[in-house]
């Protein structure tokens, strides 16, 4: 059974060795970066009082995570939402984020924010599927993406 618990400064490498993983298993990964630089920086980023960042083990070993990060006073965004490849299927993606949807209205926020990448067609059905709506689409760090938002506290709807 999967246990949800706030990241802690041990589990850096894991983190870090997850995110790596599941990118690559998914054809997203574009190298460590300046977009990787926020894992880095766990705790001023994202645990700094108006965020969260989660992870998901099995037996002690982390095999999902996901975070929240303010934006603007009312808005959220959603970030690293990794499943290890061999766990996929299981529901741990959908308990990270069900999770952090909860945090989010917790600490106020009234919009959720994310993108993925296009080649991740999972993410995109996922995301739909928790009611995020397609605002815009455009590239980050040369990957062409899809930017969503959802409206929290009426049904997803904006």
């Known amino acids: 059974m999967l246990t949800i618990r706030r990241y802690q400064p041990s589990d850096h490498a ?34 700094n009082g108006s965020g969260e960042f989660l ?14 990060r303010q934006t603007d006073p009312d808005r959220a965004e959603i970030k690293r ?13 959908q308990a990270i984020y069900t999770a952090l949807e909860k945090r989010a209205q917790e600490l106020g926020y009234s919009v959720l ?3 993925t990448a296009v080649v991740l067609v999972g993410a995109q059905h996922f995301y739909a599927k928790n009611g995020f709506k ?24 904006l």
């Open 113 to 115: 924010h994310l993108d």
């Open 55 to 68: 992870v998901g083990t099995l037996q002690d070993r982390i095999v999902a995570m996901g975070a929240l």
């Open 134 to 157: 397609e605002v815009r689409r455009g590239q980050l760090g040369g990957l062409d993406c899809i930017f969503y938002e959802k409206q929290l506290g009426s049904g997803g709807s």
């Open 14 to 47: 894991a983190v870090c060795e997850l995110h790596k993983t599941a990118l690559l298993a998914a054809g997203a990964h574009i190298g460590g970066c300046a977009w990787d630089a926020d894992l880095d920086q766990i705790e001023a980023v994202y645990l």
């Open 81 to 93: 939402m990794r499943v290890h490849a061999d766990y996929q299927r299981h529901g741990f993606g």
